[in-house]
Every structure is written in structure tokens, then in C-alpha cells.
């Protein structure tokens, strides 16, 4: 419907004011002149663009671990590289001139920098950790209280679908009502569903005129249509007969209004009773309404209220294309309203919602709820997806904040409504913050972005879900927005991701992102074990105490690019562990991907056993072997502690499969659910890499290598099944013993 643009601001809001045209406005009649207040970003538009698409600022958080791994990784390659290039400086050049030259120091920290250089090229992205999801579940079913005279249904009808913006999609007329296309918000294509199922919505409409409509919006909370008769029929289907009979075709207006019924409930003076016949509005008959309601919105229906009102068109002073026009409707409606009938909406959450919720609560995520809902409403459907568990008497409100931020909380749940908003003192959102479950009923756009920003303030990881335009800015400011297939386009864009048919996949999404951020433990503790480890010791030893170097810097090359590379590639395939869902979201500040934990694991236990290890291997030659030349005698060493390398590394990607679960809970094979077939290939691949650079004799001539006696197979073999032995009776204890000493320090 055409609206009169006006030179004076009636609205605050830029959406709601008659003064401001938005790009695509209609120029109906009528001639003006405009002045540009906004152009590009700084328009509605333009902002609303902007929001949402403007990158995220800032890293990820997966993305901020990596950095910080890669930095401690060259932080620790140029340490060594310039303690070698002070020893040799000040000591060796000194002391012993032909021990290395230079251009051996520069083989040297090429060679030191070779273990570190696979780690360095690490690349993820994902948001893991601690997120509050919001939902607003939109299946909608009409309920009402049951009338006892026909014509109250007539008039509880007519109201419903007079006041009503939905409207029926013709190409699907013929099908059954339930399976009739409306286009509408959820909450008119509930109503208009109910009133077609009492009688034709279109004969009403054929007998009302619309001469003027307030659509609803999230400020005033109501629509109103002001009506007039076009077939006499029409008032015997909308109005009581007394009513009717004074009812002036001419000279008289129907005003209907539909919204909340605490916004709506003080502006009525009169009551259509249950015979059809209107009775005064006393305080007996409100506080009657008022228990219908409250009793309703804690079943979990949404309430609303229709009421009608007489005006005679002499009380308007414009006509309804004018700017006043609204401004008059709006007056008319404060006061005088006959309050029709109540319409409670059953707000269906999805059948699988109960389930996730408990599933993501038992990961230790905590769920907020945020709904335009009446708190009452919000609050049993909370109750009943699992979103709120504790009683109602142990439900606060926002009189429980105060300025004592240390207080102890009774209770972990929280409800609050729009209109109780914290104040902006940081304490306020700070303890409101430490609840563990929260509704926030009536909430507006504004405060739906709020939430997530003060939440992110207090360094955690938000998850937001959302399927409308105003959703956009709150789904494009959380750590991960989501978005529903059935959603706007806007929503869509705005989110990081889209359910497209069942809320099991937010449970997918969590698990598989906790298991990205342990697969990537795990692929960095295979790989500094013997990458930064065990190829770092034969280098340190050489220069620092002029042993030997038992491995040469193309086998540390073959180690980091052939035999390591391919295994680690593999536990990037690891399947969930078990416990993976029971677990806390990580503290993005205390729990990194790499700290002192994994350090331990890494160079304190599997990598000081795999060193140990080679370089006995490698210091007790075998009998029969050519002792007659000092570089072969170093190339058999180098070769030897190469397979030992190679094949202890095998049993080590065994025990780093899983962090706290045992091989048998987890085998690598023979369960499908659990195991990790990728694996056998690429031991396989380590193998015939070895055969080819250390069998093939113009290779051995190529790179000085040798060929390894069968029993430096067997050696190898023998310490990685202890190491394996070992982390699984590690593990056992962490197990069994949760809160031991070996838990504490376990990875």
C-alpha cells in the first residue's frame, strides 16, 4: 500500500520514518524534490552490506595456534643455528681450524634447519572450542481456548484473517490446507491456516476493503488493518448483531489489531463473551485473560491477542493515502479496543532438537537461547528442547545481577526480556556471562548483535543461529554463524554455515572440529619426534663434541619429505575417539595446540627413546662389515640409524593414533568405525622408500649409502614395540586414574 512521504521525520528509525526514500522506492504520484543524506556504505543498505561482508578481523583461533607453533618452531631452528655458528667461532675455528671450514658450517645449519622445515608448512582453518548456540525453532500449529457458541468462532475467524498479512499462493489451491503454500512470516501463516480451516479467508476479504495496513515490526509489536464494508454479509460473520445493526456502511471504519498480549491487553475496555455478545473488560474478566495467558506461554505457545474497534470515519481527520493517516490509526488503537479471543501458537521445536541439545551439553557447550518469544513462551521451550533444566523457582532474573561480581550463584539458569537488558556497567554482562544456560525473550536485532559481542569480550567462542535479515550482523560477528537452508539470502551469505535439513550437523560440525584440532596434535607429535629430534642429535653431537655424524643430511631429507611426510598426511584421516563429544571445549587461553604436554610427549618420551635407540644401533656395527675406510664405516652408521629411524617410527604412529584410548579400543583395522586403513600404506611407502635409496647401487653410489643387514630390521622393531608398550600402559593409567599425576602431564 502506497504511504505519503512527509518533509517531517516521524520515526527515529530510518526503516520506519516517512521522510527518508530507500534505494528501489516507488515514486507513485505526486512531485518533490530529494536531498542525498547517504550514499555507498553509509546508507541502510549500504551498512547492512558492509556488516556482513567484511571479513572477520583477526585470525581464527586454529589459525592463531598455527602461527604461534611455526614462530616457537623458527624461534628454536635459529637459536641452534646461531649457538653452532658461536661455538664454531669462538671454539672450534680456534682450537681446531680443520675440523669445519666454512662451507661445512653452512652444511651444517642447512642440516639443522632440514628437520624443522615439514613443520613449518602447517595449514588449517576452523573455529573449535566453547560456543552458545541461539535457537528459534519455527514450527507452527494453531491452538485456542474452545468457545461455546458458534458466533464467537465466526468473529475469533474473521479477526484472524481480516488482520492478516499472509496470503495464499493460488498454484496450490487444490491441495489440503495443511499442504498449502503461504507467503508470510511463520506466525500469519499459523493464523491464516486457522481461520481458513473454520471458513473461506477470501470471502472475508471479498466483504472488507483494506483502506490502510501497520504492518508489524519488533518496536511496537502489532499490526493493525483499518477495514470497510464492502458486502453487508460481512457483518454478520465479524461483528455481534448488536454491533451490526448500528454498523454505518457509510460512515464507519472496522480497525483490527493482532500482537502481544502484554502490549495490547491494557488498550482494551470491552470483551466478546463466549455467547458472541461484547461485555465490559472489568478487572475479574482481565485477570481471567491474563491466567489463560500465562498459562498458555508456559505450555510453550506463542500468545496473541485480536481485538476490533468501531471508529466512525469522522474521527479521522486525513484521508488514509496521507502521512497523518498512520499517525491518527495509531492514536485510535491506544485505547477502546474489544478484545476478540486469544490465539496460542504451538512454537513445535524440531524432534531431533531435545537430542542435540543433550549431546552438545554433554561436550561441555553452553546453550543460550534468543527468541522475540514472550519470556514465558521462551522459557518453556527452552525447558522443553533441554535448553533450560532447572525448575522454574530456580530460574533468575536480571534483579539477580548486581555489582558483586564474586556472588555465589544458586542457580546456573537464566531468563531475561528485552526491556531488561544489563545496564552497560561490565559487571552486569560479566556475571550474566558466568550462567550456564540463559533465555533472552523479546530480543531485537540490536540486541541480539550485543549479545554475541559481549560474550566474545569475554573470550568465548560463539556460535549463532539465525534465518533472517536482521540475523545477518549477529550471524557475520560470531566465531561460527549459522544459518538455516530455509533461511533469507542475507542469513546465508552472512553464516559460516548452513544446515539444510537436520540440526545434527552443528553435532558433526563439533565433533569433527575437535578431532581436526587432535588429528593436528597428533600429526605434530609424529613429526618432532623424529623430524626436530631425533635428526637434530647426530648434528649436535658432531659439531659440539666431534662425534661421527650418523645421519646424513640427505637421509634427514629423505626422512622429512618420503618416509614422515606420508605417514603424518595419514593421521589427518584419524576417526573421532571415543570420548571426543565428553569432553570441555579448550580454553582458547590456557589450552594450546602445542604447549609443554605435547613437548613432553614428543622429545621427553618418544623421542628421546627413538635417539637413544638409533644411536645405539648405529655405534654397534654389526661383525662383517667394511671397517676399512672412515666414510664408509659413516655411511653404514648413517644408514643403520636411517632404518632405525624409519622403522621405530612406524610403532610411533600406532601410539600417537589416539591420546587417551588403547590400540584395542581404537584398533587401526577391523573396525570400521574406528579404524585408519591409510595407515598400512604408508608404512608400506616408508619401507619400499628406504629399499630404493638404500639397495639400488647406483643410488648407493649417488647419495653414500649402504645396505643394512637384515637384524637392523629386527632391532628397531623390538624397541618400537616397547615404546608402544610403554604409551599404552600410559595411557591405562590416565585412564584409570583421571586425576593422577600422569592425566595432569598427559598431551
Given at each position: 500500500?502506497?504511504?505519503?512521504?512527509?518533509?517531517?521525520?516521524?520515526?527515529?528509525?530510518?526503516?520506519?520514518?516517512?521522510?527518508?526514500?530507500?534505494?528501489?522506492?516507488?515514486?507513485?504520484?505526486?512531485?518533490?524534490?530529494?536531498?542525498?543524506?547517504?550514499?555507498?556504505?553509509?546508507?541502510?543498505?549500504?551498512?547492512?552490506?558492509?556488516?556482513?561482508?567484511?571479513?572477520?578481523?583477526?585470525?581464527?583461533?586454529?589459525?592463531?595456534?598455527?602461527?604461534?607453533?611455526?614462530?616457537?618452531?623458527?624461534?628454536?631452528?635459529?637459536?641452534?643455528?646461531?649457538?653452532?655458528?658461536?661455538?664454531?667461532?669462538?671454539?672450534?675455528?680456534?682450537?681446531?681450524?680443520?675440523?669445519?671450514?666454512?662451507?661445512?658450517?653452512?652444511?651444517?645449519?642447512?642440516?639443522?634447519?632440514?628437520?624443522?622445515?615439514?613443520?613449518?608448512?602447517?595449514?588449517?582453518?576452523?573455529?573449535?572450542?566453547?560456543?552458545?548456540?541461539?535457537?528459534?525453532p519455527r514450527t507452527l500449529v494453531p491452538t485456542l481456548n474452545e468457545p461455546t457458541k458458534l458466533h464467537q468462532f465466526d468473529q475469533l475467524r474473521a479477526i484472524a484473517g481480516l488482520c492478516n498479512a499472509g496470503e495464499f499462493d493460488v498454484g496450490t489451491d487444490h491441495l489440503p490446507l495443511n499442504e498449502r503454500k503461504?507467503?508470510?512470516?511463520?506466525?500469519?501463516?499459523?493464523?491464516?491456516?486457522?481461520?481458513?480451516?473454520?471458513?473461506?479467508?477470501?470471502?472475508?476479504?471479498?466483504?472488507?476493503?483494506?483502506?490502510?495496513?501497520?504492518?508489524?515490526?519488533?518496536?511496537?509489536?502489532?499490526?493493525?488493518?483499518?477495514?470497510?464494508?464492502?458486502?453487508?454479509?460481512?457483518?454478520?460473520?465479524?461483528?455481534?448483531?448488536?454491533?451490526?445493526?448500528?454498523?454505518?456502511?457509510?460512515?464507519?471504519?472496522?480497525?483490527?489489531?493482532?500482537?502481544?498480549?502484554?502490549?495490547?491487553?491494557?488498550?482494551?475496555?470491552?470483551?466478546?463473551?463466549?455467547?458472541?455478545?461484547?461485555?465490559?473488560?472489568?478487572?475479574?474478566?482481565?485477570?481471567?485473560?491474563?491466567?489463560?495467558?500465562?498459562?498458555?506461554?508456559?505450555?510453550?505457545?506463542?500468545?496473541?491477542?485480536?481485538?476490533?474497534?468501531?471508529?466512525?470515519?469522522?474521527?479521522?481527520?486525513?484521508?488514509?493515502?496521507?502521512?497523518?493517516?498512520?499517525?491518527?490509526?495509531?492514536?485510535?488503537?491506544?485505547?477502546?479496543?474489544?478484545?476478540?479471543?486469544?490465539?496460542?501458537?504451538?512454537?513445535?521445536?524440531?524432534?531431533?532438537?531435545?537430542?542435540?541439545?543433550?549431546?552438545?551439553?554433554?561436550?561441555?557447550?553452553?546453550?543460550?537461547?534468543?527468541?522475540?518469544?514472550?519470556?514465558?513462551?521462551?522459557?518453556?521451550?527452552?525447558?522443553?528442547?533441554?535448553?533450560?533444566?532447572?525448575?522454574?523457582?530456580?530460574?533468575?532474573?536480571?534483579?539477580?545481577?548486581?555489582?558483586?561480581?564474586?556472588?555465589?550463584?544458586?542457580?546456573?539458569?537464566?531468563?531475561?526480556?528485552?526491556?531488561?537488558?544489563?545496564?552497560?556497567?561490565?559487571?552486569?554482562?560479566?556475571?550474566?556471562?558466568?550462567?550456564?544456560?540463559?533465555?533472552?525473550?523479546?530480543?531485537?536485532?540490536?540486541?541480539?548483535?550485543?549479545?554475541?559481542?559481549?560474550?566474545?569480550?569475554?573470550?568465548?567462542?560463539?556460535?549463532?543461529?539465525?534465518?533472517?535479515?536482521?540475523?545477518?550482523?549477529?550471524?557475520?560477528?560470531?566465531?561460527?554463524?549459522?544459518?538455516?537452508?530455509?533461511?533469507?539470502?542475507?542469513?546465508?551469505?552472512?553464516?559460516?554455515?548452513?544446515?539444510?535439513?537436520?540440526?545434527?550437523?552443528?553435532?558433526?560440525?563439533?565433533?569433527?572440529?575437535?578431532?581436526?584440532?587432535?588429528?593436528?596434535?597428533?600429526?605434530?607429535?609424529?613429526?618432532?619426534?623424529?623430524?626436530?629430534?631425533?635428526?637434530?642429535?647426530?648434528?649436535?653431537?658432531?659439531?659440539?663434541f666431534g662425534t661421527p655424524q650418523v645421519l646424513s643430511s640427505f637421509l634427514m631429507i629423505v626422512i622429512c619429505c618420503f618416509t614422515d611426510c606420508v605417514a603424518a598426511t595419514t593421521l589427518s584421516h584419524e576417526k573421532p575417539e571415543a570420548d571426543v563429544l565428553q569432553r570441555p571445549p579448550r580454553n582458547t587461553k590456557?589450552?594450546?595446540?602445542?604447549?609443554?604436554?605435547?613437548?613432553?610427549?614428543?622429545?621427553?618420551?618418544?623421542?628421546?627413546?627413538?635417539?637413544?635407540?638409533?644411536?645405539?644401533?648405529?655405534?654397534?656395527?654389526?661383525?662383517?662389515?667394511?671397517?676399512?675406510?672412515?666414510?664408509?664405516?659413516?655411511?653404514?652408521?648413517?644408514?643403520?640409524?636411517?632404518?632405525?629411524?624409519?622403522?621405530?617410527?612406524?610403532?610411533?604412529?600406532?601410539?600417537?593414533?589416539?591420546?587417551?584410548?588403547?590400540?584395542?579400543?581404537?584398533?587401526?583395522?577391523?573396525?570400521?568405525?574406528?579404524?585408519?586403513?591409510?595407515?598400512?600404506?604408508?608404512?608400506?611407502?616408508?619401507?619400499?622408500?628406504?629399499?630404493?635409496?638404500?639397495?639400488?647401487?647406483?643410488?648407493?653410489?649417488?647419495?653414500?649409502?649402504?645396505?643394512?643387514?637384515?637384524?637392523?630390521?629386527?632391532?628397531?622393531?623390538?624397541?618400537?614395540?616397547?615404546?608402544?608398550?610403554?604409551?599404552?600402559?600410559?595411557?591405562?593409567?590416565?585412564?584409570?586414574?583421571?586425576?593422577?599425576?600422569?592425566?595432569?602431564?598427559?598431551?
Amino acid at each position: 500500500m502506497p504511504i505519503a512521504g512527509t518533509i517531517d521525520s516521524t520515526d527515529d528509525n530510518y526503516l520506519e520514518t516517512h521522510c527518508i526514500g530507500m534505494q528501489g522506492t516507488h515514486c507513485m504520484s505526486g512531485t518533490g524534490t530529494g536531498i542525498v543524506v547517504a550514499t555507498g556504505d553509509q546508507t541502510v543498505f549500504g551498512r547492512m552490506a558492509k556488516l556482513t561482508n567484511q571479513p572477520s578481523p583477526g585470525r581464527t583461533t586454529l589459525e592463531k595456534e598455527i602461527f604461534r607453533f611455526i614462530a616457537l618452531i623458527v624461534s628454536l631452528m635459529l637459536f641452534w643455528i646461531i649457538l653452532f655458528v658461536i661455538i664454531w667461532a669462538t671454539y672450534l675455528r680456534k682450537k681446531y681450524p680443520s675440523w669445519i671450514n666454512v662451507p661445512l658450517l653452512i652444511v651444517d645449519c642447512v642440516s639443522v634447519s632440514i628437520p624443522f622445515m615439514p613443520l613449518i608448512f602447517l595449514e588449517n582453518e576452523m573455529h573449535v572450542g566453547e560456543f552458545s548456540i541461539g535457537t528459534n525453532p519455527r514450527t507452527l500449529v494453531p491452538t485456542l481456548n474452545e468457545p461455546t457458541k458458534l458466533h464467537q468462532f465466526d468473529q475469533l475467524r474473521a479477526i484472524a484473517g481480516l488482520c492478516n498479512a499472509g496470503e495464499f499462493d493460488v498454484g496450490t489451491d487444490h491441495l489440503p490446507l495443511n499442504e498449502r503454500k503461504i507467503n508470510g512470516d511463520a506466525t500469519d501463516q499459523a493464523i491464516l491456516r486457522f481461520s481458513e480451516s473454520l471458513g473461506s479467508v477470501s470471502d472475508l476479504r471479498r466483504m472488507w476493503r483494506k483502506n490502510f495496513e501497520l504492518v508489524f515490526n519488533s518496536n511496537n509489536k502489532f499490526m493493525i488493518r483499518v477495514l470497510a464494508l464492502a458486502e453487508q454479509e460481512g457483518l454478520d460473520v465479524t461483528l455481534p448483531a448488536q454491533e451490526a445493526q448500528h454498523f454505518d456502511k457509510d460512515n464507519d471504519l472496522l480497525l483490527t489489531i493482532k500482537g502481544a498480549p502484554e502490549i495490547l491487553i491494557d488498550r482494551c475496555s470491552s470483551i466478546t463473551g463466549d455467547d458472541g455478545v461484547t461485555r465490559l473488560f472489568d478487572q475479574h474478566t482481565r485477570a481471567t485473560i491474563e491466567e489463560i495467558k500465562d498459562h498458555w506461554s508456559s505450555q510453550g505457545r506463542r500468545v496473541i491477542l485480536l481485538a476490533r474497534k468501531i471508529v466512525p470515519q469522522s474521527a479521522f481527520r486525513s484521508l488514509p493515502s496521507s502521512n497523518e493517516f498512520e499517525s491518527e490509526v495509531t492514536t485510535l488503537a491506544t485505547s477502546g479496543l474489544n478484545l476478540v479471543g486469544l490465539v496460542g501458537i504451538i512454537d513445535q521445536p524440531r524432534d531431533e532438537i531435545p537430542e542435540v541439545v543433550g549431546i552438545l551439553r554433554g561436550a561441555g557447550v553452553r546453550l543460550f537461547m534468543v527468541t522475540g518469544d514472550f519470556k514465558r513462551t521462551a522459557q518453556a521451550i527452552a525447558q522443553e528442547c533441554g535448553i533450560i533444566t532447572n525448575p522454574p523457582g530456580r530460574v533468575h532474573d536480571i534483579t539477580a545481577l548486581s555489582g558483586n561480581i564474586q556472588q555465589n550463584l544458586e542457580t546456573s539458569t537464566g531468563t531475561l526480556e528485552s526491556h531488561q537488558e544489563p545496564t552497560r556497567q561490565s559487571y552486569s554482562w560479566h556475571q550474566l556471562c558466568r550462567y550456564d544456560e540463559i533465555v533472552f525473550a523479546r530480543t531485537t536485532p540490536e540486541q541480539k548483535l550485543r549479545i554475541v559481542k559481549e560474550l566474545q569480550a569475554r573470550d568465548h567462542i560463539v556460535g549463532m543461529t539465525g534465518d533472517g535479515v536482521n540475523d545477518a550482523p549477529s550471524l557475520k560477528a560470531a566465531d561460527i554463524g549459522i544459518a538455516l537452508g530455509s533461511g533469507s539470502d542475507i542469513a546465508i551469505d552472512a553464516a559460516d554455515m548452513v544446515l539444510l535439513e537436520s540440526f545434527f550437523a552443528i553435532v558433526e560440525a563439533l565433533q569433527y572440529g575437535r578431532v581436526v584440532f587432535d588429528n593436528l596434535k597428533k600429526t605434530i607429535t609424529y613429526l618432532l619426534q623424529a623430524g626436530s629430534f631425533s635428526e637434530f642429535w647426530p648434528i649436535l653431537l658432531n659439531v659440539a663434541f666431534g662425534t661421527p655424524q650418523v645421519l646424513s643430511s640427505f637421509l634427514m631429507i629423505v626422512i622429512c619429505c618420503f618416509t614422515d611426510c606420508v605417514a603424518a598426511t595419514t593421521l589427518s584421516h584419524e576417526k573421532p575417539e571415543a570420548d571426543v563429544l565428553q569432553r570441555p571445549p579448550r580454553n582458547t587461553k590456557k589450552d594450546k595446540l602445542v604447549d609443554w604436554k605435547l613437548i613432553l610427549q614428543a622429545y621427553g618420551f618418544l623421542g628421546m627413546l627413538e635417539t637413544v635407540s638409533s644411536f645405539a644401533v648405529a655405534f654397534c656395527l654389526p661383525e662383517g662389515l667394511s671397517q676399512d675406510y672412515v666414510t664408509q664405516v659413516k655411511n653404514e652408521m648413517s644408514s643403520i640409524y636411517f632404518i632405525n629411524i624409519v622403522v621405530m617410527q612406524w610403532f610411533s604412529l600406532m601410539a600417537v593414533r589416539t591420546r587417551r584410548l588403547s590400540i584395542f579400543q581404537q584398533p587401526p583395522a577391523f573396525n570400521k568405525t574406528r579404524q585408519n586403513l591409510y595407515l598400512f600404506p604408508a608404512i608400506l611407502f616408508a619401507l619400499v622408500s628406504a629399499f630404493f635409496f638404500l639397495y639400488i647401487p647406483p643410488i648407493q653410489t649417488a647419495v653414500d649409502t649402504t645396505s643394512v643387514p637384515v637384524e637392523c630390521f629386527f632391532l628397531p622393531m623390538t624397541f618400537g614395540s616397547g615404546v608402544l608398550f610403554i604409551d599404552e600402559a600410559r595411557k591405562w593409567a590416565v585412564r584409570t586414574w583421571p586425576r593422577g599425576l600422569l592425566a595432569k602431564i598427559a598431551w
